[in-house]
Nanobody, 118 residues
Framework: QVQLVESGGGLVQAGGSLRLSCAASGVGAGVGSRGWYRQGPGNQREFVAGITASDYTDYIDSVKGRFTISRDSDSAKNTIYLQMNSLNPEDTGVYYC??????????WGQGTQVTVSS
């Protein structure tokens, strides 16, 4: 059973930084794309950043230049990160990581809260 565990969320002032982590375990099939979505208060869940198996990255326009997605250099650790800089209150929400396996089945983490105060 695939499990994704996020960590690194918290409360930060506007202009600050946080680094989210998402550790995967139980991945039997090959790993495809991984990434992050977020859901702010009263909003739908939206894509934030993704990284493919070949390390192609993609970001929602509002975070380009501020957020960076990366993976652990040790592939056995199956961990990805989201470095978030210059945070603003609009970045507030629950951040969920996802993992697509080689059969295109998507798994989700439980979410980690990010709160940016003005």
């Amino acid at each position: 059973q695939v499990q994704l565990v996020e960590s690194g969320g918290g409360l930060v002032q506007a202009g600050g930084s946080l680094r989210l982590s998402c550790a995967a375990s139980g991945v039997g099939a090959g790993v495809g794309s991984r990434g992050w979505y977020r859901q702010g208060p009263g909003n739908q869940r939206e894509f934030v950043a993704g990284i493919t198996a070949s390390d192609y990255t993609d970001y929602i326009d509002s975070v380009k230049g501020r957020f960076t997605i990366s993976r652990d250099s040790d592939s056995a650790k199956n961990t990805i990160y989201l470095q978030m800089n210059s945070l603003n209150p609009e970045d507030t929400g629950v951040y969920y990581c996802y993992l697509d396996n080689s059969y295109q089945i998507r798994y989700w983490g439980q979410g980690t809260q990010v709160t940016v105060s003005s």
